[in-house]
């Protein structure tokens, strides 16, 4: 398949550009921050959101979804990404809604789908126990339908109405449905460096509603939903990288030192051509493995691991060049490129950094 | 594409498949690795072995070796997608380039682009049939990355130019028929605009060339001497004054050439674990297998870009400084690929051998330092990205 967008699929790009460029630009971002949202995101534009239909961009026509594929859903992931738009599109339609429609049943997908699609309910899932990403670690339990355990980074966990849940019983690793409005569920807010949120959740036998899978399909469920997950978020890390970098290259056109453009000076010029060249990898690794959920490739677990370690490490370099470019004036909270670090290092952590996945890769490959 | 032409892309195909299978010699579907598997042709041409010199006779009647040349100029006249047909089919059998030539991949190019079409006819036919080694004269001891700054002189004398100068790194100009060559037609004009493209023959008398012997142990380039050489005028290629147009049309093309990674028989991942062996089901050197991984990604991902650059050329956008790019990430991975064979394959890597074939890893691995220097280093692509595709001023 070749690898550029449909028509289709570039008209999507380019309205999500302008939806996110008018309604949640970085500036956006920083309001929620400074007036300590309860939310974190803004309600107004979620909803707009939903009513374009990209709360269900990628699921079945028949549970309200528009099934427009992945590569789609990318591209807003993308430009969200650009203006580092906080909203429930990670948590609810990446994470869970993945989860639900790749491995519930059609009774599962009516009841959730449909509310996702709708957005009548948020959703988060809870898969992290340990400090750094450990996705088939968990010693929550459940036992005689009741849960019980501490999950940690759940992202969107306090505005979340639906947890997803990993937990073991005698059968080995499930994905349980919880209320995260039920007795027994607490929810511990953190508003993060890159000022979205993640919470700690304890579940304290709590009540099992629903189950997705059978008990011991976990790992099969977190693995395959969490490498579409990755690939989308790398979506939009690839999109916060190109547009700190289209920052830091203008900033090096405008910014005058010893009279002269800095831009003009050769110990910036190749830094920003090398990063030039890695971004591009980025841009092809990502577009591949979009178009590879779509038609359901079998190697979607490396191209997912590939992709998440080599944009983790090109938005590492992309936002600790932009800080050292732009000086002092990037030191400043005035200046908007510190976001994009900030943002950076959260995006890096979630669902894996690129150590993890370098690892994985060798595994994948036997070695 | 039309149902018709689908039909005739995939009679092409089977028709093509069978002639391979009928003509190419089981001895020519390998990767060249020596330096005999290389047939280069010229005016005494020299043949390794006889299947060597059949897959070449057949390849050069059907037109092949050149395939997307017009008739007249001893190709085929095979259109794009046929070509594409013709190496997709060539390369599941594995099946060599009948022919080694800078007259295909330098030269032609420009005379196709720059020349007269008495030149086409004279040089084209000669370069598809294998009949002239064609060797490059561009880089100067003077000149390298500042290679307008050449001072090779080609002074105007009537009827004839005298060549004076000498040029460096000419790949087998001790094997070369002739020449091409840039050459300074004007001192005074600003160094962009007083360079010509000249052809020279190597047997004229007042040429001179000697072996420079690599790190590598081998002798791939040579310097060359022009004294009071005398050099017809009408093989100037395009206008007086005007060559460094054509030099900079090759130089993007010699660079998506050397850009590409080439293919080799192990993947590094199978290199590394053949090498230092797998413990508890991991490569049983933790940092060289992080790295190595880090490289495989890199190779996919860059190969991902080619790709990429191919859909979307043929969607409509041009490729422009993009060589730049391949050039210098290409070759920058092919050191770091070097390194790291190196690295995993021990002791028994630091073999050199009394023939190239016993050192070939320490000796390639050398080799590829050449890799980012060569057809303009990764400094100079860095610059030309820097000013044609970020657009950062010039101070």
């Known amino acids: 398949m070749a690898l550029v967008l449909s028509e289709e699929q570039q008209m999507l790009k380019s309205s999500a550009k302008e939806f996110f460029n008018g309604n949640a630009p970085v500036s956006a971002l920083r309001r929620l921050r400074d007036e300590k949202n309860a939310d974190g995101y803004d309600k107004r534009v979620w909803e707009e959101m939903v009513q374009m239909g990209w709360s269900g961009l990628v699921f079945p026509e028949e549970y309200g979804g528009l099934q427009f594929g992945y590569t789609g859903l990318g591209q807003i992931m993308y430009e969200s990404g650009k203006t580092l738009t906080a909203s429930p599109l990670m948590s609810t339609v990446v994470l869970a809604g993945t989860v639900i429609n790749e491995f519930g049943s059609s009774e599962q997908k009516q009841k959730y789908i449909s509310d996702i699609c709708e957005g009548k309910r948020l959703f988060a899932v809870a898969f992290e126990e340990k400090n750094i990403h450990s996705p088939h670690i968990a010693n929550t339990k459940v036992v005689d339908n009741k849960l019980s355990g501490s999950k940690k980074f759940v992202l969107d966990g306090h505005i979340a109405d639906v947890f997803l849940v990993t937990a073991s019983s005698d059968s080995g690793l499930g994905v349980y449905v919880v209320d995260a409005k039920g007795a027994g569920v607490h929810v511990e807010r953190h508003i993060m460096m890159d000022s979205r949120n993640a919470s700690t959740v304890t579940f304290d036998n709590a009540s099992v509603l629903d189950m997705i899978g059978l008990p011991g399909d976990g790992k099969t469920i977190i693995d395959r939903s969490l490498d579409i997950a990755r690939i989308c978020l790398s979506a939009e890390m690839l999109g916060s990288m190109e547009e700190a970098f289209s920052r830091t290259v203008a900033y090096l056109k405008e910014r005058k030192q010893f009279g002269v453009s800095i831009g003009s000076f050769q110990s910036l010029q190749h830094r920003a051509a090398h990063m030039y060249c890695e971004i591009e990898l980025c841009k092809s690794l990502v577009i591949k493995s979009l178009q590879a959920i779509d038609q359901n490739a079998d190697n979607l677990a490396h191209l997912a691991s590939m992709t998440k370690a080599k944009v983790g490490q090109i938005t590492e370099l992309v936002s600790n060049e932009a800080i050292q470019m732009y000086g002092g004036i990037g030191m400043t909270d005035d200046e908007e490129i510190g976001f994009f670090l900030k943002r950076a290092r959260v995006s890096q952590q979630t669902l894996g950094d690129y150590n993890y996945h370098l690892d994985k890769y060798a595994v994948l490959n036997n070695y | ?395």
């Open chain 2, 1 to 395: 594409m039309s149902t018709a032409t689908q039909v005739n892309i995939d009679a092409f195909r089977s028709e093509t498949r069978e002639w391979l299978e009928a003509n190419c010699p089981q001895s020519m579907r390998s990767p060249v690795k020596t330096f005999k598997d290389y047939f280069w042709g010229g005016r005494n041409p020299t043949f390794h072995s006889e299947d060597q010199k059949l897959w070449f006779e057949r390849m050069r009647d059907k037109g092949w070796t050149v395939p997307r040349w017009n008739k007249e100029y001893g190709g085929a006249g095979l259109s794009k997608s046929e070509y594409k047909v013709l190496k997709e089919e060539m390369a599941k059998i594995g099946a060599r380039s009948p022919l080694f030539s800078f007259g295909i991949h330098m030269l032609g190019p420009a005379l196709l682009g720059f020349g007269s079409e008495e030149q086409k006819l004279q040089y084209l036919p000669e370069i598809a049939r294998g009949e002239m080694w064609w060797c490059q004269g561009y880089s100067e001891p003077g000149a390298g990355s500042d290679l307008a700054g050449l001072q090779t002189s080609a002074e105007d004398k009537g009827d004839h130019y005298l060549v004076n100068g000498q040029k460096v790194w000419t790949s087998y100009a001790d094997y070369a028929d002739k020449i091409f060559c840039l050459v300074r037609t004007d001192k005074n004009a600003p160094k962009h605009t007083g360079i010509s493209f000249l052809l020279i023959d190597m047997k004229s008398e007042g040429v001179s060339t000697r072996p420079i012997k690599l790190i590598s142990g081998s002798s791939p380039f040579c310097e060359t001497f022009f004294d009071n050489v005398k050099v017809p005028k009408e093989n100037l290629v395009g206008v007086e004054n005007e060559g460094w147009n054509i030099a900079k049309y090759l130089l993007t093309h010699e660079r998506s050439m050397i850009g590409n990674v080439a293919k080799m028989d192990k993947t590094l991942d199978e290199y590394a674990i053949e090498s230092i062996g797998i413990e508890d089901s991991v490569l049983a050197d933790p940092v060289n297998r992080i790295k190595t991984a880090q490289w495989l990604i890199d190779e996919a991902a860059f190969n991902f870009t080619l790709e990429r650059a191919l859909d979307e050329a043929k969607a409509g956008s041009p490729p422009g400084a993009k060589s730049s790019f391949f050039k210098y990430y290409g070759t920058e991975m092919n050191k770091r690929r070097y390194e790291l064979m190196m690295s995993t394959g021990g002791f028994d890597n630091l073999v050199w051998g009394e023939e190239y074939e016993d050192g070939k890893t320490a000796r390639d691995f050398c080799r590829t330092k050449a890799n980012s220097i060569e057809g303009g280093t990764s400094e100079v692509q860095l610059n030309i990205i820097s000013k044609h595709i970020l657009g950062l001023p010039k101070k």
